[in-house]
């Protein structure tokens, strides 16, 4: 395998561990998107949704750093 080839499978490996943020980011508009949806519904258990929706936030932003590192990692780690 020639330098070029190499080059171009390890930045094709970064862009698609980079996937993983555009997934993050659906995720998190949905998780948004139906905690406002519950809420105009019934407003009274806000409060006790909130919390469940920011853990949520917490876990799908998680994937997306992971993602992010893991594409770091191909870039710059040879």
Known sequence: MDINTA???RDLGA???TIGV???G???GNLFGSFVT???RNPAVR???FRDVLLGFALTEAVALYALVIALIILFAT
Do not use: F, P, Q, S
């Open 7 to 9: 080059l171009l499978a």
């Open 15 to 17: 862009g698609l561990a």
């Open 22 to 24: 555009a997934g993050a």
């Open 26 to 28: 659906v995720g998190i």
């Open 38 to 40: 519950a809420v105009g």
């Open 47 to 49: 409060d006790r949704v």
